[in-house]
């Protein structure tokens, strides 16, 4: 296969481990990357539009692949503003979703969080759902929506709290069983896997991956 893969959040930490991923693939002729920094030493399969997201419609005319891939996110530690926080974690997401139906692109896998509900009284929980519910009215052949519980891994930035939250997790996470094994650490390698298997299999019709299925998928 000779396959374009687009890549929106590749400097973050999921993003990044999937456009590694995509790399190594030689199913993958092409990928392009939407984001606001450059990153250095990339091969020449990769190529990068730079420029602010949240005015993502500007790139309409480039935005064409087979696949897109969006591990776009922020947290309230990053953006406490609440308007900013929702036009990067609903916004980017939706327009991307418009802009795939818009040039016939089949696949959209997102990254969205476990407890995302529209109806939440929880703002964060509120805005996930919300972002999720327009994507799928987008009616996209294969749309995949992930599901994790709280992300590991180690981070290029200081998130102090975040690091002391992962390590409780790590401690406690035996105890989770049954219903709470939902709620144990998502590894962002698992995301990355899962959303690429997603999308070079035809046997998944479920639209939204819970963070329990996200390992399984990872590993076939």
């Known amino acids: 296969m000779n396959k374009t893969a687009i890549i929106l ?86 327009t991307a979703a418009k802009l795939s139906k818009e040039n016939n692109i089949k696949t959209f896998a997102v990254v969205s969080a476990l407890g995302a509900n529209p109806k939440s009284a929880v703002f964060y929980n509120k805005v996930k759902g919300e972002m999720e519910r327009d994507v799928q009215k987008q009616n996209i052949r294969n749309t995949f929506i992930l599901r994790p519980s709280l992300i590991g891994g180690e981070r290029n930035e200081r998130r102090t709290l975040e690091k002391i939250g992962l390590a409780i997790f790590k401690v406690i996470q035996p105890l989770f069983k049954g219903k709470l094994a939902q709620y144990k650490i998502t590894e962002p390698n698992h995301i990355a896997l899962a959303m ?25």
């Open 9 to 94: 959040g590749a400097t973050g930490l999921t993003g990044g481990i999937l456009l590694e991923k995509l790399i190594a693939d030689n199913k993958y002729q092409s990928i392009k990357l939407f984001s606001r920094s450059r990153i250095e030493g990339l091969p020449s399969k990769v190529t990068q539009f730079i420029g602010d997201l949240l005015q993502l419609e500007l790139f309409r005319a480039v935005f064409t692949a087979d696949e897109v891939y969006c591990c776009i996110g922020t947290t309230k530690a990053k953006t406490p503003d609440k308007d900013t926080y929702k036009a990067i974690d609903y916004g980017i997401p939706v």
């Open 196 to 220: 690429i298997n997603l999308a070079n299999s035809t046997s998944y019709a479920e639209v939204i991956i819970t963070s329990n299925d996200i390992k399984k998928i990872a590993k076939k």
